[in-house]
């Protein structure tokens, strides 16, 4: 009779609830980054970066409404009813108790929606790290050029139309998820306030459309803790279904809440990593 030990098995994707899904579970990693997708996506979008972060930290995405498994569960009606539920279905989820030390990262829309998250939750669960991917700061979420986009237009300045034009029924779908979040992006009011805690990275892609690389230093003000930002290769979506995106630098800065120690500061001239 044999006695090698069998070889250990592989977590499975799981759902939390109705909001979050954890594509690679990692139970007992110390950081825990809660992912919030762009306009349009979805939590799926964030496994290819789940699986390439697990030796540091277990990736929870948000499931927003009004697609995949949740096509049927109805967007809130603004953004400020958005920042509410999801405060509610993530705050369980924030202290050390049940898993890491907290951390988010957001892309485009998901970036705006992560601050205003955290700035919203109380401050004992706030995340130690705020990573705002491809866009501007919230004081100047309103002025975008973008605001009068279409879903189309969207859509192809994402880069994602190439991934669905084969396939006319994902292509509604996806249209239909990108018009459900411009609408809740278009009840967006930014309000003075105190900045957080949190530290802020806020990234850029080298040749993002639909954001200037110079655009990022505004994010300083909604922070009172470390601040950096940084151009890196890619365009407007960094982490995607094909693509586990910014690997090296976000293990950088996560790597610090592996101990008990703040983040690290990093410059805050806008630096390109090739």
Not at 8 to 26: I, K, S
Request: hydrophobic fraction near 40%.
């Amino acid at each position: 009779m044999s006695t090698a030990t069998p070889p250990a098995r592989t977590a499975r994707p799981r759902v939390e609830g109705d909001w979050l899904f954890v594509p690679v579970p990692q139970p007992h990693r110390p950081v825990r980054l809660f992912c919030f997708p762009h306009a349009g996506g979805d939590a799926t979008a964030y496994t290819p970066l789940a699986r390439a972060l697990a030796p540091v930290a277990e990736v929870w995405a948000l499931r927003p409404p009004a697609r995949g498994g949740r096509s049927r569960h109805p967007m809130p009606p603004d953004f400020d009813a958005l920042v509410a539920a999801v405060c509610e279905a993530l705050a369980p989820h924030l202290t050390g108790g049940d898993g890491g030390r907290p951390a988010f990262y957001g892309q485009s829309f998901g970036a705006l929606l992560a601050y205003e998250v955290a700035r919203a939750l109380p401050a004992d669960r706030r995340p130690e790290l705020v990573v705002a991917v491809g866009a501007p700061s919230p004081a100047e979420w309103t002025e975008r050029e973008t605001r009068d986009l279409d879903a189309s237009e969207l859509l192809r300045l994402t880069g994602l139309d190439e991934s669905v034009r084969a396939h006319p029924d994902l292509v509604e779908l996806a249209l239909g998820a990108i018009r459900t979040d411009l609408a809740v992006s278009a009840t967006y009011r930014h309000r003075p306030h105190a900045p957080i805690g949190s530290a802020i990275h806020a990234l850029a892609g080298a040749e993002d459309p639909m954001l200037a690389t110079t655009g990022l230093t505004g994010w300083a003000a909604h922070t009172r803790g470390a601040f950096g930002h940084r151009v890196v290769p890619g365009g407007h979506l960094l982490a995607t279904v094909d693509r586990p995106g910014p690997v090296d630098l976000l293990t950088s800065l996560l790597t610090p809440l592996t101990a008990d120690r703040q983040v690290p500061a990093a410059p805050r001239h806008a630096s390109r990593e090739q």
